[in-house]
């Protein structure tokens, strides 16, 4: 498909999209099919010979939509809503055509900016504590993350690296696996299911905190069970505080009612927090708020309230994609040490994958005795270098990449600064990559001539 | 902004997005704006005044895209390629628009049975053995993760699980944290930062085995390192083979070549895995292939031998976000014991959240005698129920559901099974609310009128 069948495909997808939305009452809001009703619909294997897109988008219909639950029908009142909006589906357009991968500032410097001044926008709508803000000298902020339940084990993961550093700076005899088996993280007997999963994954012991008649964690509560375990020999590190209801999948959960931060009893959900959040900070547990549906509440002045004792907690979350009109997924996560969550997750360098099979790229380098080819061309990788000093090369790579018409990183291998040539894009053509060592070589050979001879 | 202003916005964007990809090798490559840059470029806050639509998109250019690297340019050759596609950007449009959660079947059995279906299709491609697919009764299957770094998450964690249950069913006594502390494990000296990672977030111990000069794990040492670890009362659970370059994302870290699966030394890579594999197996130790770029490639015959030795293997996934033009994320992984995955995850109950203040659908309920409310309501969750047995009240769902006019799912509070109403939809208006609650008091005279007076 090239970009003049997008302008018709694509403008033809934008009405099916409308159409849906705009007609969807009409539809059924809930399936008639059966399990198992796809397979039947379609070949056993993918075709060998392409279907006309027409073909493919009959499917929708025929195949798709049948067995759809409609979620954004106003007759749908099962499980929980879905955040869906016209301008949020016109973003993930533009956002699907940059498709860029934002692992780091340089990896597209748009990408971590819109990010981080967005979330400092969103907490100042939301009155965070300035602790919670980036700003431009801040040591916390605000990061995207899936879902509540990755907020929530992210808080956890942290919590957990930092308390084992805090126990080895004292015992560096300690292992780590050792301190892991005597961690103990709380919530409230009401709390999200994902915390307990994040323990889970965590490996750590998750303890319910019983909840008064109002369903809330009493700070006489947290305290009992903190010296029991404490004399125990255990070592509380984490405490998560959530508001949300549980879903009712099927006749045999349990309905919970708000707890905390969002309650039916408001004095209590304050209570809780203010109760807690000292009692945390004052032997060094990390506490997190998740908020995931009430924290878009808390925009509302009148809200607001309900979230004060927010100073005493570590972490914060709440789920634009729920009430904020934002499409799925979008959980907004803030921290008041980001240090803490990078320190948590040790930042490895990424590893190379490319798509190109020939290295034409490869041939002009050889053919250039100037050049050096550094390790074995596989698939479309041509790492190389200028033969001489390491700092000769540094200076080839920051004039290529600084001429800003070719984009390239380094690499070291046995000890030797090495360029890589990476064919990425889909529309990397023999011209491009022609152009590009052209570049290079001129580059080259002005820098060599700038060289005593 | 309403649908016809979504027509006319959405296929003003297919325009720019189609401009964009068409004319991007105009564009330079890399950016030139410095740290920080954007913050400068807009308010310190949130507009309180919503802007025209025409201004929000020329921030496009003015605040975007100059902070753009453009990883679909044919002049980047950093890093590692995303894909993205014409096909794909339109299949991202309606996905955006059905905007439903897959949490289960029933949420909306398209999402499940489609992705089951495609990643047979796919595993059929990739000739994976019989027992890594779905079918009909197949126990194996795959499934759709974000990235390989998570496939390898998932399996460690799975893996994890699989050998605690082991351990307990001999040894009751045992604590999972214990067990935890003495578990181990794998991967080569090669592999992918990730692996380390998802050690780190189970929290158990991870080796890197030595490689040969051909940097390939052989089966001598990881028999080798097997049996020192046992010797020290370790327990040996997990072994990942990845084969994935390291990517240079500056000239400190160290360039690595294939290993295993997939290497310049295609021999050793068959070694590798069938040296591994058979050790694995006969110790139940969980064997997880990442594949997470190369896997691409075994679809093609002359490729596939390299893959031999996946039938030793528990679990095997590969990103088609990197070759086959599926836009990033999308890694596809698979696994020979469905359960194995599900075991390590234990599935709750979700978690309800919903969006609409005023409950007068409560007093509706509270209007009609027949009808009692059984919770507290609290922001537009309403669960009520008949007066009466649980048996008269399933059948009322049961008969509101099959009528598929409306859709709930029912709860059970305090040992009664209730009907939960949860206003869920952004579209919805008291219309709709009357005319469900008008269908919900119909089906009840009907079927009060059943009962036997």
Known sequence: MDAAEFRRRGKEMVDYVADYLENIEKRQVY?????????????????????SYEDVVKDIERVIMPGVTHWHSPYFYAYFPTANSFPSLLADMLC???????????????????????????GKMLKLPADFLAGTEGRG??????TASEATLIALLAARSKII??????????????????????????????????GLIAGVKMKKIPT????????????????????????????CISNNYKLLLNSTTIVLRFCATLGTTPSCAFDCI?????????????????????????????????????????????NPHKWLLVNFDCSAM??????????AFKIEPLYLKHDHQESEFESLVRADQRFEISADVVLG???????????????????????????????????????????????TESRHIQEAWCHISHLASELLQELPH
């Open 31 to 51: 399936p008639d099919v059966e399990p198992g009703y796809l397979r039947s619909l379609i070949p056993e294997e993918a075709p060998e010979e392409a279907e």
């Open 212 to 239: 008064d008649n109002k369903f809330s964690v009493r700070g006489d509560a947290l305290q009992k069970v903190l010296e029991e375990d404490r004399a125990a020999g255990l070592i509380p590190f984490f405490v």
């Open 165 to 198: 550093k805090l126990i080895q700076a004292d015992h560096p005899d300690r292992s780590e696996t050792d301190i892991i088996s005597k961690l103990v993280a709380y919530s409230s007997d009401q709390a999200h299911s994902s915390v307990e999963r994040a």
């Open 274 to 318: 203010t109760e807690l959040g000292p009692i945390c900070n004052a032997v060094e547990i990390w506490m997190h708020i998740d908020a995931a549906y009430a924290g878009s509440a808390f925009i509302c002045p009148e809200f607001r309230p309900l979230l004060n004792g927010i100073e005493f907690a570590d972490s914060f979350n709440f």
């Open 381 to 427: 990788l041509v790492c190389f270098r200028l033969k001489g000093s390491n700092e000769l090369n540094e200076t080839l790579l920051k004039r290529i990449n600084n001429a800003r018409n070719i984009h390239l990183v380094p690499c070291q291998l046995a000890g030797k600064f090495v360029l890589r040539f990476a064919v990425c894009a889909r529309t």
């Open 141 to 146: 902020g605000g990061v995207i993350q899936g």
């Open 334 to 343: 803030w921290v008041k040490k980001r240090s803490d969550i990078i320190g």
């Open 96 to 122: 699907g055509a940059i498709g860029c991968i934002g692992f780091s500032w340089a990896a597209s410097p748009a990408c971590t900016e819109l990010e981080t001044v967005m979330l400092d926008w969103l």
